[in-house]
């Protein structure tokens, strides 16, 4: 389980995660909702270490830790941003087994096997020689979620995983979150769209604007 | 006339070898040196930023041909002593080094934070992240204005002859002064051509190998 106690984060001055707290259970799914503005991807990208909070601590299985600095430590956190940012110059294959390769020091086939496994589990099969570009957006953001899966993080979190895509994908997203869910994975999902979120959560945690 | 050609050819063509080491190794080495110089101008450490920039400013500011005397003849003043050859190199690649990095950064700006931002969650370090995503799509970005440069490089060349080296244009105006006759810089402008010709055909090369991504 992962905890957020008392977090704080402020951006120039301006307050906007004020003692917070949070609670991610095991194999559920969290998301998180509110108004835009509120500071929910700010959330996000505290937990998967891409900002620094100002206070507060992380707390995972009983110890502490800081995601702004989990280089060296074990897989904790994999995201799948709302834009997906998959690597344009790469084919779907070595957008999936790069890190794997270059962090995990896997053989090419062991990251190689591993890669079609999950492709093939996200219905991504034939797809693995293709560029990005030569991918719809329901694709793209299957190949990002295989490429933060094949890292073996045990949390997987996505910034806004419908706002990019075609509103009658959006079922298609609630099957691939709670079919990972199946499949004992934690996640955490940012999102505005209320239905969409209740729908697919376990605990809907809410982040309102602070009143300046 | 072909046996006056044949009688010049092995003087220019003698110059057009010095034109292509010229253009070769200011190629080879003020490119890499112009993306070093391009993490500078963006880096976040501001001194290296202003000095880089000066250094741009005082590179692109002032003419190449100028820059060659000063490295000749100016550094020499205070100890600096260069051969004619390696003055010209020295000199060249200052100043493409200096041209390279301003196309460099315009490709790293031009580059998604979130490119590095994904990457960082992928725990790839940075040199890492820059080799495998960056660097290429930057080099994607950049390839026209390279290849420009690239171009003009090879008639840039032709300005060493202000130091004493004999390059393929002052071949040709030796034989002109000497034999009063145009010809040889009409030689000597069809070896320009086909040095650039080579050079486009390259170019158009890397452009198709970048275009199999976007």
């Not at chain 1, 690597?87 to 896997?106: C, E, G, M, R, Y």
């Not at chain 2, 009409?186 to 051509?193: A, C, K, P």
């Amino acid at each position: 389980m992962l905890e957020l106690k008392n977090i704080k984060k402020q951006f120039s001055g301006r307050t906007i995660l004020d003692n917070f707290n949070m609670q991610v259970p095991d194999n559920q799914i969290t998301t998180i909702v509110g108004p835009s503005g509120a500071g929910k991807t700010t959330l996000l990208r505290c937990i998967s270490g891409l900002e620094k909070t100002n206070s507060g601590s992380f707390i995972l299985d009983g110890k502490s830790f800081d995601p702004a600095n989990n280089r060296d430590n074990d897989n904790v956190i994999g995201v799948v941003f709302q834009d997906f940012q998959l690597f344009p110059n790469l084919t779907v294959l070595d957008n999936i087994t790069l890190a794997p390769q270059l962090v995990l020091k896997q053989s090419k086939k062991e990251s190689e096997k591993q890669a079609q496994k999950l492709i093939d589990q996200l219905n991504l099969t034939g797809k693995e020689s293709l560029y990005p570009y030569e991918l719809s957006g329901g694709q793209k953001q299957r190949v990002a979620i295989v490429r933060a899966l094949a890292m073996n993080p045990k949390i997987l979190c996505y910034d806004e995983p419908t706002s990019a895509l075609d509103p009658d994908l959006r079922h298609t997203v609630e099957n691939i979150i709670l079919g990972l869910k199946k499949d004992n994975m934690t996640q955490i999902v940012v999102t505005h769209d209320m239905e969409f979120a209740k729908n697919i959560a376990d605990q809907i945690v809410r982040v309102e604007p602070i009143k300046a | 006339m072909l046996h006056y050609v044949s009688e010049i050819l092995p003087s220019l063509l003698s110059g057009a070898w010095m034109t292509i080491n010229i253009f070769f190794w200011t190629l080879i080495a003020s490119i890499p040196l112009g993306i070093l110089g391009s993490l500078g101008l963006t880096s976040k450490i501001a001194p290296l930023r202003w000095i880089l920039k000066f250094y741009v400013w005082l590179m692109r500011g002032t003419p190449l041909l100028l820059q060659l005397i000063f490295v000749f003849y100016g550094l020499p003043i205070v100890g600096i002593i260069f051969q004619r050859y390696d003055a010209a190199l020295f000199a060249f690649i200052l100043n493409y080094t200096a041209y390279f990095a301003e196309i460099f950064r315009g490709g790293f700006q031009a580059i998604d934070p979130g490119q590095f931002e994904s990457a960082r969650v992928l725990r790839l370090t940075r040199g890492q992240t820059l080799i495998k995503i960056v660097i290429p799509q930057v080099v994607k970005i950049v390839v026209p204005s390279i290849g420009n440069e690239t171009i003009n490089l090879i008639k840039d060349s032709s300005l060493v002859y202000v130091i004493g080296l004999g390059d393929l244009l002052r071949a040709g105006n030796v034989a002109t002064a000497r034999d009063v006759t145009l010809l040889p810089l009409v030689l000597v402008g069809i070896i320009y051509l086909l040095m650039t010709a080579v050079a486009t055909f390259v170019l158009r090369k890397v452009e198709q190998h970048y275009r199999a991504w976007r």
